[in-house]
């Protein structure tokens, strides 16, 4: 079922985290949808830790002959280190990422890859959707949210089916939970994301229930995209406007106090808003100071920083009009 | 491959189907009488119209073309650093891709780099534009730029600009710095010329700046400021910062103390309370400064380097080398 590498054209990581469904029905599922697409492929497991139960079925399959790698991670660093684990080792031109648990239809997964011949990233998207009512609005509350905050509008960003190019790859650190943000993240490099539709697994049914500190992370993984899309090259723009609004507020609060002073001779011994209005100033002056030092961490890295992407460079006779993509992959390679 | 060109024309481009012909032309024409190899490295900053297949095309027809393609829309300052990345020439001349700037100038620009200037700028002294909305607001920023980063520069705005390769390639380009490139060239020590340059009002397309970016210049000043003059010394810079809350702290706590010891009237908590708040605020700031020195010590901007960029070295004529 593997050929050589040479010829690889797909690779397929399945992180396994938390949830995790059995491994052999699982691999029967993805093997038909793969084999349905007539390209070689490989697989590759990566155990976010100790996954026992996983383990068991990885290894019946071995015995049963079936080939494919295991990448075991000595303890669980979350799904994005998972995936950047298994990227690593991903050798063909084409990664897939599947969940190891049943989220869309086996059947389905070939749709993702056919979607790269016009884009950079497909995505899937769990359709038609069960679900209950308040999950719904859970959803759409989580995506407007994203889309209002990063300007890319998504409607199932955790859905873990997806295909890339390689070269999307090459410009692509996750860490943290990012993995949720692949598609907001490439898009924001320049690559052409889309979203595909997949039928839902029947399978896939989350009997849990989200806890708060989940909506917490997740407000706060989309505050940190935001940071990253909007304001990382230029911090003062975003502590600047924190600052700058803060330190009005208070500075406003303190000239009508000191000439409700001077003026109306009320004594400012007594008034705790004096308090609160220098709180206010100085709390302005620390954020934007933040800022500044935000901009000399930038500044004194800005050599290592890129702020555009180069698509490719024409030119004619020298270069042969080569995409310069393609010039990137034989760099990386040699690397 | 032909000879190494000797002077690159970096012209970025966003949309300008309309001018990236007449553009081409007008350089080929002003440079071709100069005798010198050069080349042009058009830059595409993801134009959604037809600017890369023209530019393809001319790539085709010229051999000195090329055309670097950015995957998007990056901005300018990306596009002028994308362009000086690519450029291979000894002189790097950048310039707008609308056809306000005129080749001709060119000439002029690289005589003053030959005679010993680093960074020539040029200045739009009639420039074609609306008043209100683009000059005025402009001569104010230009004066508050010089007067802030110590480079008094007539037109910051100005594309049109001439820069020894060795030099602008090591100058670190981003956000918006576009228009503060010789006040960012400041920490290498430049020599700058200040030419003056026709200017054509504007022939096809529309123009894409507006005056909603006061706010922002204002915060890129400050960040010039402190990149440029205190990178290395980014402790005293903070410091600094920290005197005017320094000095009101300790004024209300002077107050305060005078008025407990001398007139025996009770301590008034607001009061003491907000001269110590302006204190510590002074403490924390300069514990900002250290941090930044941390941040210098780990980066890799080193003053020496940007030194050498500009250094010459002169031999008494005794000695052996």
């Known amino acids: 079922m593997i050929q050589e590498s040479k010829s690889l054209q797909i690779s397929v990581v399945i992180p396994v985290c938390e949830r995790y469904s059995e491994a052999t029905g699982l691999y029967a599922e993805y093997a038909e949808g793969l084999n349905a697409l007539g390209r070689s492929y490989e697989l590759i497991f990566v155990l976010d830790g100790p996954r026992p139960k996983f383990v068991t079925g990885l290894e019946q399959l071995i015995r049963e002959g079936r080939e494919f790698t295991i990448i075991k991670l000595s303890r669980s660093f979350g799904e994005s280190t998972a ?3 298994g990227f690593e080792r991903a050798a063909g031109e084409i990664i897939m990422t599947l969940p190891a648990y049943h989220q869309v239809d086996g059947r389905d997964i070939g749709k993702l890859v056919e979607a790269l011949d016009s884009v950079d990233l497909a995505t899937g998207r769990r359709w038609p959707r069960v679900g209950g009512r308040f999950e719904f609005l859970r959803r759409s ?6 889309a209002w905050v990063t300007g890319q509008q998504y409607s199932d960003l955790g859905c873990r089916a997806r295909a890339l190019r390689r070269r999307v790859l090459g410009e692509l650190s996750l860490y943290g939970d990012q993995h949720y943000f692949l598609a907001v993240l490439a898009d924001r490099q320049g690559f052409r994301v889309k979203e595909v539709d997949l039928r839902q697994s029947p399978k896939d049914r989350f009997d849990g229930r989200y806890r708060s500190r989940e909506y917490a992370h997740r407000v706060l993984d989309i505050f ?17 406007m924190i600052g700058v609004s803060t330190f009005g507020v208070g500075a406003l609060l303190l000239t009508y106090l000191v000439i409700d002073r001077l003026v109306f001779r009320n004594p400012l011994a007594d008034r705790p808003a004096l308090l609160l209005s220098s709180l206010l100033v100085v709390l302005g002056l620390q954020v934007f100071a933040l800022g500044l030092l935000g901009e000399l961490i930038i500044f004194t890295h800005a050599r290592g920083i890129k702020d555009y992407q180069v698509d490719e460079v024409i030119s004619y006779p020298d270069l042969d009009a080569e995409p310069l993509a393609q010039l990137h992959e034989v760099v990386n390679e040699a690397r | 491959m032909p000879d190494r060109p000797k002077v690159s024309v970096v012209v970025p481009f ?3 189907e309309e001018s990236i012909r007449p553009m081409h032309a007008a350089i080929v024409a002003a440079l071709t009488p100069l005798n010198i190899p050069f080349e042009m490295v058009f830059v595409d900053d993801g134009s959604k119209d037809a600017t890369v297949p023209i530019g393809r095309e001319l790539a085709r027809e010229d051999s000195r073309v090329r055309l670097v393609k950015f995957r998007r829309n990056y901005g300018q300052t990306a596009a002028m650093a994308g362009g000086i990345e690519q ?5 790097i001349v950048t310039m707008d891709g609308d056809l306000q700037n005129d080749p001709a100038d060119i000439k002029l620009f690289l005589d003053k780099l030959d005679e010993g200037f680093d960074i020539v700028v040029g200045w739009r002294h009639n420039r074609q534009d609306k008043l209100i909305s683009r000059k005025i607001p402009s001569m104010i920023a230009n004066r508050l730029i010089g007067k802030v980063t110590g480079v008094p520069i007539k037109d910051n705005g100005c594309s049109l600009k001439a820069y020894r390769a060795s030099l602008i390639k090591q100058i670190p380009l981003y956000s918006e710095m576009h228009r503060f490139i010789p006040a960012m060239a400041s920490i290498a020590g430049p020599r700058i010329a200040e030419i003056k340059v026709r200017h054509h009002a504007r022939q096809f397309g529309k123009s894409k700046y507006g005056l909603s970016r006061v706010y922002k210049v204002l915060l890129d000043l400050m960040v010039i400021k402190t990149v440029t003059t205190f990178t290395a010394r980014p402790l005293l810079w903070f410091t600094l910062l920290s005197f005017p809350l320094l000095f009101v702290g300790t004024l209300i706590l002077a107050y305060t103390m005078y008025l407990v010891l001398f007139t025996h009237t009770p301590l008034s908590l607001p009061i003491a309370g907000s001269g110590l708040i302006f204190l510590f605020s002074a403490l924390i700031l300069f514990s900002s ?7 210098y010590r ?3 901007m080193r003053e020496h380097e940007f030194a ?3 250094q010459k070295v002169q031999f008494s004529p005794g000695i052996h080398r």
Do not use: Q, S, W
């Not at chain 2, 450029?87 to 002189?91: F, Y």
């Not at chain 2, 400064?289 to 941040?295: D, K, Q, R, Y």
């Open chain 2, 298 to 300: 780990v980066g890799d």
């Open chain 1, 224 to 240: 940190t995209i935001f940071f990253l899309v909007r304001f990382t090259k230029k911090p003062l723009r975003f502590f600047g």
């Open chain 2, 308 to 310: 050498k960029l500009t």
């Open chain 2, 87 to 91: 450029a291979r020439g000894e002189v």
């Open chain 1, 83 to 85: 995936l950047m684990a």
């Open chain 1, 141 to 146: 509350a989580f995506h407007g949210l994203t």
């Open chain 2, 14 to 16: 966003f949309n300008e």
């Open chain 2, 289 to 295: 400064g250290a941090f930044g020195e941390l941040v």
